[in-house]
């Protein structure tokens, strides 16, 4: 079966600081791969994807991710945080071997500190 | 014109009580699903329908029951609501050709008292 792990629970970054949030997936076939965020009190919105095109997606808001095989990782980030970004992040994999179903990581809440 | 609609927002009532999620979406997408997401944001899928045919039916009491009178369109229905289902409840549709991506409603809060 998929899975998808995020490793950090919570992520606290400063304003203008580097953000990383950490996703692995597991996977014998190489599937499709998202980022959503959530901002309080509203619904998932997609900030980016990976679907065997390019490793390096780039995303909404200055976020991309990097899909690398080796390490069946799919790692977002952003070089300068703002405050807008203080939200849930979730990871989900989707592909022909899970029927293209979704499954979502357990999300990374990031606190942007001014 | 929002995507994927749903309502109510926000949904109190009182347990025992019988309620409905309705949910409508207008990008043309044959698969829709039910998302449950507790107050740790954990998300968990409930229900999937692919053109009114339900075929993902996780581990969820039978209070719950979906309905999809067509492929736009995946209500929910939930009998003798109990404390332990308050949560953000998620209706979301994707297409089932190439890379699927899903897309979320706002979610309908429910609280039961």
């Known amino acids: 079966a998929q899975s998808v792990t995020q490793l950090g629970s919570h992520v606290s970054v400063s304003e203008g600081a580097l953000v990383l949030l950490r996703c692995n997936y597991s996977?014998?076939?190489?599937?499709?791969l998202f980022w959503y965020v959530q901002y309080p009190n509203q619904g998932l919105q997609l900030l980016l994807k990976?679907?065997?095109?390019?490793?390096l997606v780039k995303g909404i808001n200055g976020f991309e991710a990097e899909f690398k095989k080796s390490e069946t990782s799919f790692h977002l980030t952003k070089p300068s945080a703002h405050m807008s970004d203080a939200a849930e992040y979730f990871c989900?994999?989707?592909?022909?071997?899970?029927?293209?179903?979704?499954?979502f990581g357990t999300g990374t809440s990031l606190t942007v500190i001014p | 014109d929002t995507a994927v609609s749903q309502t109510p927002k926000y949904l109190v009532t009182q347990m025992g009580n019988d309620k409905s999620i309705k949910c409508e979406q207008n990008?043309?997408?044959?698969?829709m699903y039910w998302y449950k997401q507790d107050s740790k944001k954990f998300l968990k899928i409930m229900f999937s329908?692919?053109?009114?045919?339900?075929?993902i039916n996780e581990t969820v009491p039978n209070r719950f029951s979906p309905k999809s009178p067509d492929k736009a369109h995946l209500n929910l229905h939930i009998n003798s609501l109990e404390l332990g289902d308050s949560a953000v409840y998620f209706c979301?549709?994707?297409?089932?050709?190439?890379?699927?991506?899903?897309?979320f409603g706002a979610g309908s809060r429910l609280t039961v008292l």
């Open positions: 990976y679907t065997s095109a390019a490793t």
């Open positions: 989900a994999v989707s592909g022909s071997n899970t029927g293209n179903q979704f499954y």
């Open positions: 990008l043309g997408h044959d698969t």
């Open positions: 329908y692919n053109n009114k045919e339900l075929i």
């Open positions: 979301a549709s994707s297409s089932s050709s190439g890379a699927n991506v899903l897309t």
């Open positions: 996977s014998s076939v190489p599937p499709y």
